[in-house]
């Protein structure tokens, strides 16, 4: 009798490319324009069609054949960008107009921004209830809550469909960033600026208010290495040592910011509560900060990572990483 013969069925091994992670719920670019998610799902931000949360990575079948190049979390809602179709994608807790459809419903699978379509986006950032797309022609639209005026058009109502932020008008933006309920931008001048909610100061625009529209940040704390003693007027300072600092990046928390210059400095501003600033104390900044503890280092990416442990720091802490690291998931469909 002859020996039947088995295939063996294997699921490919794909290299990930991104992750992005809400509140409670992630999404990841596989090479192979492939996303996958996990988590909460009660509101549709996994994107599968129900409710369900998932446990592991499931591949998101809707966006096959999409050639899907970013995906970006928001608190409980997920954006992608398709750039040989030229959408915007968006699925989830629909609550404020944060899935830019003109209306407040929640969305179980990917649905295009009708609005956004052809629009040639290079960014998009997600804060926990709005959103920010910029075209790679350097302007930005914004929609969702706005009850603090973080999409910068002007005003404290939420927007149910992306609007163009008027404030840039002749200014080209390169990138933007998204907390709670604040907004930040880097120009492609390496101006930084900051709008929205700014009770903590994590606007860097020396006070605690809020702020309707983008406003350039315009000063900058450096620690004391021998260069403030010629200075007797600290405000002075502030504004000389501004002159020199082109940002490159920047970053948002919940309550705080993080930016980078051209030179290497990190930079913090905003709520410190649990140290998260790294200045060594639990103080909140009003203005950019430079990270006196990373005065040798050239930083040119951050993120969020573990120390091993589940103490507060106020300072940074060197993380040490395994030797091998593994760079590719498997993904469940």
Not at 86 to 94: C, D, F, N, T
Not at 96 to 115: E, M
Not at 145 to 153: D, S, Y
Not at 310 to 333: L, R
Request: charged share 20%; aromatic share 8%; with cysteine.
């Amino acid at each position: 009798m002859a020996e039947e013969s088995v295939s063996e069925v294997t699921t490919p091994v794909r290299q990930v490319l991104l992750i992005s992670a809400g509140a409670s719920h992630s999404v990841a670019l596989l090479s192979g324009n492939i996303v996958c998610s996990w988590g909460r799902g009660e509101d549709g931000q996994l994107g599968h069609g129900d409710a369900q949360d998932r446990l592991l990575p499931t591949q998101l079948s809707s966006l096959d054949d999409h050639e899907i190049v970013s995906v970006t979390c928001g608190a409980d809602h997920t954006t992608a960008y398709s750039l040989s179709r030229v959408e915007v994608y968006s699925w989830g807790w629909g609550d404020f107009g944060r899935l830019g459809h003109g209306n407040s419903s929640d969305l179980f699978t990917p649905q295009p921004i009708k609005a956004l379509h052809g629009l040639k986006i290079k960014q998009i950032a997600c804060g926990d209830s709005h959103c920010l797309a910029v075209t790679v022609d350097g302007e930005v639209q914004s929609w969702g809550r706005n009850q603090n005026g973080q999409l910068g058009l002007g005003t404290t109502e939420d927007s149910l469909v992306p609007q163009k932020i008027q404030a840039f008008q002749g200014v080209s933006v390169k990138m933007v960033a998204a907390g709670a309920e604040h907004t930040a931008a880097v120009t492609e001048d390496g101006e930084l600026y900051g709008w929205g909610w700014g009770r903590y100061g994590n606007l860097g625009l020396g006070d605690r208010n809020d702020r309707l529209v983008p406003e350039k940040v315009s000063a900058v704390d450096v620690p004391d290495w021998g260069i403030a003693d010629t200075v007797t007027d600290r405000s002075v300072f502030y504004q000389i040592m501004l002159q020199g600092v082109k940002m490159v990046t920047v970053a948002c928390g919940w309550r705080h910011t993080i930016s980078v210059s051209a030179s290497g400095g990190l930079y913090t501003y905003g709520w410190s509560k649990y140290g998260q600033l790294g200045h060594g104390d639990f103080k909140d900044h009003l203005i950019p900060h430079k990270l006196e503890a990373l005065h040798d280092n050239h930083i040119s990416q951050f993120g969020q990572v573990g120390a091993g442990d589940n103490v507060d720091h106020c300072s940074p802490v060197q993380v040490k990483f395994p030797h091998e690291q593994a760079h590719y998931y498997y993904c469940s469909t």
